[in-house]
């Protein structure tokens, strides 16, 4: 069965610096594609960034990047430059694609940034 | 470009009775899933809808029931309300059937049981 493991529950930050948010995942799928999500007290899960387990290199999309490292089953999200407005729970996600397109997702992280 | 929409943003809601909460995909979206998200919890699964058929389900029970319209749009239903049913009802559309595409979420429908 499919499972995503988020070990911290709540991180701190300070303003303009780089956190990493940590995720470790168990498929015995090749093929899966791994997600994370921003959801802000209003409670919309928005979307950040999707790493596919053939994707050659890490991705990137702004100033949030992923360190994908797949014998290890790490997919880890990294914020560059802090900002306030990134205070959110952030959640890991993976769709093993053979299966369907619905996503199984981990406890979240609280992020919270100091000014 | 209309993202996904739901209705109501909040309900209150007594033991035993029923409710419906609504979804309207993002433009151009084909497939809908609903997910239940407890208070502190990540989202967990209820089903995906896709040509007017549940598609995949997860573990939740027949009272969680749903539909899908000719126009994409999407209800979902739970009877006989429990309290452990107090939760953030979430939808997501996607196309299908594209493996890479990423499913976009509404908003979500508090749901408070009494």
């Known amino acids: 069965a499919q499972k995503i493991t988020q070990t911290q529950p709540g991180m701190f930050v300070q303003e303009k610096e780089a956190v990493t948010l940590d995720c470790t995942y168990d498929?015995?799928?090749?093929?899966?594609?791994l997600f994370w999500y921003k959801q802000p007290s209003s409670g919309e899960m928005i979307f950040l960034i999707y790493?596919?387990?053939?994707?050659?290199q890490n991705a990137t999309e702004g100033r949030y990047s992923l360190n994908f490292q797949k014998a290890r089953k790490s997919a880890n999200l990294v914020i560059s430059a802090s900002q306030l407005g990134d205070s959110a729970m952030y959640f890991c996600a993976m769709r093993e694609t053979p299966r369907g397109q619905n996503f199984v997702f981990g406890p979240g992280t609280r992020l919270s940034v100091l000014p | 470009d209309a993202g996904v929409t739901q209705s109501p943003t909040h309900l209150i809601k007594t033991r035993g009775q029923q409710v419906t909460l609504r979804c309207s995909p993002k433009?151009?979206?084909?497939?809908v899933s609903w997910y239940q998200q407890a208070l502190g919890q990540g989202p967990q699964f209820i089903f995906q809808y896709y040509e007017e058929e549940e598609r995949q389900r997860g573990n939740f029970p027949d009272r969680f029931s749903g539909h899908q319209f000719p126009n994409y749009s999407s209800e979902l239903n739970v009877n006989a309300l429990l309290l452990g049913d107090s939760a953030l009802y979430l939808c997501?559309?996607?196309?299908?059937?594209?493996?890479?595409?990423?499913?976009?979420f509404g908003p979500g429908t508090r749901l408070l049981v009494l």
């Open positions: 498929t015995s799928d090749p093929s899966y594609g």
């Open positions: 433009s151009g979206h084909d497939t």
């Open positions: 790493q596919g387990s053939y994707d050659q």
């Open positions: 997501a559309s996607s196309l299908e059937p594209r493996r890479q595409e990423t499913q976009y």
